[in-house]
């Protein structure tokens, strides 16, 4: 890849300093603001919109990986309605991305599951029973190496995708098996610890007369969006090819804050 294209994919100093995943930050980086308050309830209401609301709340999530990606120092970008088409339009390509591979596997699924079914059903008596047993013991272990496997490639899939902002760009499986490769097991522990966070935080949401659930999920979202952005992060400080960013656009807001690491 030219160096052009390379110092419109990421800056420099992200490429080369080596990094380590801080899962706490996922979720503290958002209080970082003095808004923080008002930009997570804004950002929640996404979630009362059904289907186009968690569009622009996607297209958002990958706004700030951008973000952090060309400014690093800086905190999260604050959520904007005057940018709602502009978030629309970044989180169509990743939500039309994950449709495509679900389209693919769900069927892969059913055909895998539905021949040791009916072998299983041409055997008669005593013998049906046991095949039946091992047919249900085989799907499901299929159903959960298939889960595991795609939600390694749906990650890096829908990171290409939010950040290249083009389908053509998107289903580079190439980069994809290579990022697979090089940070399976972030991606593994970084779900394990959203899926035991996630829990408390949801609980917090619930105590606050149910009403919390929107923010808490909008924080949520935003926590897996930093870790997204911390493994994309490893992975070009490890050599990973980066991915080619349009041209920056007004999305990014130029009054955040700096604010110093001590």
Same mark, same amino acid.
């Given at each position: 890849?030219?160096?052009?294209?390379?110092?419109?994919?990421?800056?420099?100093?992200?490429?080369?300093?080596?990094?380590?995943?801080?899962?706490?930050?996922?979720?503290?980086?958002?209080?970082?603001?003095?808004?923080?308050?008002?930009?997570?309830?804004?950002?929640?209401?996404?979630?009362?919109?059904?289907?186009?609301?968690?569009?622009?709340?996607?297209?958002?999530?990958?706004?700030?990986?951008?973000?952090?990606?060309?400014?690093?120092?800086?905190? +999260?970008?604050?959520?904007? &309605?005057?940018?709602?088409?502009? #978030? !629309?339009?970044?989180? =169509?390509?990743?939500?039309? %991305?994950?449709?495509?591979?679900?389209?693919?596997?769900?069927?892969?699924?059913?055909?895998?599951?539905?021949?040791?079914?009916?072998?299983?059903?041409?055997?008669?008596?005593?013998?049906?029973?046991?095949?039946?047993?091992?047919?249900?013991?085989?799907?499901?272990?299929?159903?959960?190496?298939?889960?595991?496997?795609?939600?390694?490639?749906?990650?890096?899939?829908?990171?290409?995708?939010?950040?290249?902002?083009?389908?053509?760009?998107?289903?580079?499986?190439?980069?994809?098996?290579?990022?697979?490769?090089?940070?399976?097991?972030?991606?593994?522990?970084?779900?394990?610890?959203? +899926?035991?966070?996630?829990? &408390?935080?949801?609980?917090?949401? #619930? !105590?606050?007369?149910? =009403?919390?659930?929107?923010? %808490?999920?909008?924080?949520?979202?935003?926590?897996?969006?930093?870790?997204?952005?911390?493994?994309?992060?490893?992975?070009?400080?490890?050599?990973?090819?980066?991915?080619?960013?349009?041209?920056?656009?007004?999305?990014?807001?130029?009054?955040?804050?700096?604010?110093?690491?001590?």
């Amino acid at each position: 890849m030219s160096t052009d294209i390379e110092s419109k994919s990421i800056p420099s100093t992200t490429r080369t300093e080596p990094r380590k995943t801080e899962y706490l930050r996922s979720y503290l980086h958002v209080f970082e603001r003095e808004d923080w308050f008002l930009n997570l309830a804004l950002s929640s209401v996404c979630f009362l919109i059904p289907v186009i609301g968690h569009i622009v709340f996607m297209g958002y999530k990958y706004q700030v990986v951008e973000g952090f990606l060309r400014r690093p120092n800086e905190k +999260i970008s604050k959520f904007d &309605f005057n940018q709602f088409a502009q #978030m !629309l339009s970044r989180g =169509v390509y990743p939500f039309v %991305a994950s449709l495509v591979l679900q389209f693919l596997v769900v069927p892969l699924f059913f055909i895998i599951a539905f021949v040791p079914i009916t072998i299983s059903l041409m055997f008669d008596g005593e013998e049906q029973a046991p095949a039946m047993i091992l047919a249900t013991i085989f799907v499901v272990f299929v159903a959960i190496v298939g889960s595991f496997v795609v939600h390694l490639i749906i990650g890096p899939l829908m990171l290409r995708a939010g950040l290249s902002q083009s389908f053509s760009a998107t289903f580079n499986f190439r980069w994809i098996r290579s990022f697979v490769r090089m940070m399976w097991f972030e991606e593994i522990m970084s779900t394990l610890f959203l +899926i035991i966070s996630s829990i &408390f935080v949801s609980i917090i949401g #619930m !105590l606050m007369c149910f =009403v919390g659930i929107y923010p %808490a999920l909008a924080l949520m979202s935003l926590a897996m969006s930093h870790l997204t952005y911390q493994q994309y992060a490893i992975f070009l400080a490890n050599g990973g090819e980066p991915i080619p960013l349009k041209e920056e656009t007004p999305c990014y807001p130029v009054d955040q804050p700096h604010y110093n690491h001590t």
